[in-house]
């Protein structure tokens, strides 16, 4: 799933403080996931806007709800009703959601979330980026540990010289990708496979050529 | 056993003090009341198991937002007593009475004459 975290309350009271009658719109996606932008938030961050206001003496009335996805243009035409009289809309979504709204309403759309990464959940409360999103997966080839993403230098034959007791010399935190990669194939008695030379990353499939573009059209309607 | 306290608390029942949400304590705030204390089990004693634990964790990432939107996290607090200790209870009603008498009114309602509501009251509630 995607991961993001809130912005600071009074970050997202700035980009809205002209405004007399905001809509605060969650996700019930991956943002409720990972407990950022779902109807909870949602509910909380739009009281703790109008303390914050009422405070300031500029009262602001709030609206909230939350969709199925923003991401997906069905949801997102059901909120034409909800955001209607509101000023500014205040998405609590990831950073496609937000994108999604501004294309739909003509009125200010401002993301309360910052989108992190994609990864998943390690323990309750804590989540880790696992998919570098290459566009050409190779974890068949690495014991379903992805070193584009979890190797700090990417690289695709490891490990590299600043392994050290099986973690990254960036930070006695971070793992060696390598190092587990290792492990992993081991354990599994393939360790044979990690002596072929992994030659370049076709990157084309990457950042190469602007925004991606996914295209089925044997489930496309009309 | 018949102990007074102060008669400006009201009591929110909860199934447990885990169930606290950042939602109910900031809706108190904005209905005008003053202060709000969270009684939780003791520690360890959580029916639970860790009901009592989390509500603190909670609690105390609501007294940080109080303090960032500008009501204070002061007039947020915790303490973990039994169903047993009604002393205790009465007493601590007392004390955040006294703390939240010196920190003083709601700043959401500090000009009003009541808490907001439909009551008749002078001031807000503990």
Known sequence: ??????????????????????????CAGCVTVCLSGGEKETEIMAAALRIMRKLEGNPVET??????????????????????DADAIISLACGVGVQYLAERFDKW?????????IGGSKVHGVWEEKC?????????????????IRCSKSILNGPCGGSQYGKCEISKDVDCAWQLIYDRMKSLGKLDKLMAIQPPKDWTKSRDGGPRRAVREDVMIG | MRLQYATNIRIVEMTCSGNIDHRVILNAFEEGADGVFVAGCMEGDCHFLKGNIRARKRVNAVKKLLDEIGIGGDRLEMYNLSSAQGGRFAEIANDITAKIKDLGPNPLFKNSSCCGCSCSKEGGDQ
């Open chain 1, 1 to 26: 799933m995607i991961i993001a975290q809130q912005k600071q309350i009074k970050e997202i009271a700035a980009m809205v403080s002209d405004c007399k009658k905001v809509a605060l719109i969650g």
């Open chain 1, 63 to 84: 609206i909230t709800f939350t969709a199925t996805r923003q991401c997906d243009p069905e949801y997102v035409e059901a909120l034409d009703g909800v955001v209607k």
């Open chain 1, 109 to 117: 759309v401002v993301p309360a979330l910052d989108t992190n990464f």
């Open chain 1, 132 to 148: 570098g999103m290459c566009g050409d997966c190779v974890l068949h080839k690495t014991g379903g540990i992805c070193p584009i």
